[in-house]
């Protein structure tokens, strides 16, 4: 088997990969790929701060480890569904929602010509 060396990226003891010298870590980068598919030059446009060797280093990275790091986003979107799910409340949900029916009824009724009988 072949090993091989990423000279832009560290992995630390737990297994993220980040990009050496900053805090961005690969899967940051695989995500602008698969969620908006852009290309190294706009990953770059919105992290100035990497190098195109850093982010085409990034993205040799998660290529050579999809399995795993698919496995890891796929894990965090079910950790993210599941803090959602526990943190909703119904209650204070309707509560604003009828709030918000009455403030947009009173601005309706408030910006209503009126009717002072001078038809």
Do not use: C, F
């Not at 990953?43 to 480890?65: C, G, M, V």
């Not at 009455?102 to 408030?110: I, N, Q, R, S």
Request: charge should be negative.
């Amino acid at each position: 088997m072949i090993t091989m060396n990423y000279p832009y990226l560290t992995v630390d003891p737990s297994g993220v990969a980040t990009i050496t010298g900053t805090t961005t870590k690969v899967v940051e980068i695989a995500l602008d790929r698969i969620a908006y598919h852009w290309d190294a030059d706009e990953i770059q446009r919105q992290h100035p701060h990497l190098s195109l060797p850093q982010i085409y280093t990034a993205l040799a990275y998660y290529y050579d480890h999809q399995n795993e790091l698919d496995a890891l986003i796929a894990g965090q979107v079910e950790r993210a569904a599941a803090l959602r799910k526990q943190t909703e409340n119904l209650e204070l949900r309707q509560l604003l929602l009828s709030k918000k029916t009455l403030l947009d009824a009173a601005a309706y009724v408030t910006h209503q010509p009126s009717n002072s009988g001078n038809d």
